[in-house]
T-cell receptor
């Protein structure tokens, strides 16, 4: 049983296109996140949702729009893709207790050409 | 803001012990995470330190000194499968409670 699953695993697309990445968790966690990991391996928070409500929106272009239809799902839609959006995007979830850490999905490698 | 510093790369020999250091500067502090990330895979949670001292979990131990803004991850009896990136992340107090990650230390274990 996959705890945090995201699809697709790989995404190659042209500049200017619109794409979505889906994420689902079956852990019963209340909080979900989107992280971006660039070529230098920094993991940067993009968004955080708690019980379907947006609680964190870091400095991310408004071309990126998260959607949480229920607390088990957090999807990421990206409009007008740019070359600089190429990265690995990780979905993650957590309970309210930091001591248990975050559970990450396997990542989506987005390549914009 | 927060500043987290860790070495970019380390190498070690199978069976040896390696210590990966992390220093941080933050305006407030709740705790510090260590994650392991194998190439092309998701980060996996290793430890979370809130209080000063050493916490041991099998071959891996994590140490924290809040007054020095310093932590280390100690890996004993190294195995080839320990070759991975090790990410330090600081959980600051106040604000969003979202941890800030360092760039990670790439550990290469060779025979």
């Amino acid at each position: 049983d996959t705890a945090v699953s995201q699809t697709p695993k790989y995404l190659v697309t042209q500049m200017g296109n619109d794409k979505s990445i889906k994420c689902e968790q079956n852990l019963g966690h209340d909080t979900m996140y989107w992280y971006k990991q660039d070529s230098k391996k920094f993991l940067k928070i993009m968004f955080s949702y708690n019980n379907k409500e947006l609680i964190i929106n870091e400095t991310v272009p408004n071309r990126f729009s998260p959607k949480s239809p229920d607390k088990a799902h957090l999807n990421l839609h990206i409009n007008s893709l740019e070359l600089g959006d190429s990265a690995v995007y990780f979905c993650a979830s957590s309970t309210g207790t930091a001591a248990y850490g975050y559970t990450f999905g396997s990542g989506t490698r987005l390549t914009v050409v | 803001g927060q500043n987290i510093d860790q070495p970019t790369e380390m190498t070690a020999t199978e069976g040896a012990i390696v210590q990966i250091n992390c220093t941080y500067q933050t305006s407030g502090f709740n705790g510090l995470f260590w994650y392991q990330q194998h190439a092309g895979e998701a980060p996996t949670f290793l430890s979370y330190n809130v209080l000063d001292g050493l916490e041991e979990k099998g071959r891996f131990s994590s140490f924290l000194s809040r007054s020095k803004g310093y932590s280390y991850l100690l890996l004993k009896e190294l195995q080839m499968k320990d070759s991975a990136s090790y990410l330090c992340a600081v959980h600051a107090s106040g604000g969003s409670y979202i941890p800030t990650f360092g760039r990670g230390t790439s550990l290469i274990v060779h025979p």
